[in-house]
Nanobody, 121 residues
Framework: QVQLVESGGGLMQAGGSLRLSCSASGRAFSSYVMGWFRQPPWKEHEFVAAISWNGGSTYYADSVKGRFTISRDNAKNTVYLRMTSLKPEDTAVYYC??????????????WGQGTQVTVSS
């Protein structure tokens, strides 16, 4: 069992930067593919980014490529999402997920409660 807790959300102006963190409890964090998803207001969940168990592979949604960076620190059981050049359309609740498979074909088993990111124009 893995419990995920996101933090770092907030209110930002367009063009700003923010770093989200997701702390995991439980064993075997370093064996999981980790990912970030988001749910904009009135929309479905959408994939943002994923990272392999050792950080060697990453995968991004086209909408965030070049602006967001996913990373992980297995010693701290934490995965991060660095967001730069924020846009109002990045406004969403951001969720962390953990699972197996690969960054391009994951099987998500666990997810957190989410953290709100609001970007004003």
């Amino acid at each position: 069992q893995v419990q995920l807790v996101e933090s770092g959300g907030g209110l930002m102006q367009a063009g700003g930067s923010l770093r989200l963190s997701c702390s995991a409890s439980g064993r075997a964090f370093s064996s999981y593919v980790m990912g970030w998803f988001r749910q904009p207001p009135w929309k479905e969940h959408e994939f943002v980014a994923a990272i392999s168990w050792n950080g060697g592979s990453t995968y991004y949604a086209d909408s965030v490529k070049g602006r967001f960076t996913i990373s992980r620190d297995n010693a701290k059981n934490t995965v991060y999402l660095r967001m730069t050049s924020l846009k109002p359309e990045d406004t969403a609740v951001y969720y962390c997920r953990a699972g197996g498979g690969s960054v391009t074909d994951p099987i998500w088993d666990y997810w957190g409660q989410g953290t709100q990111v609001t970007v004003s124009s």
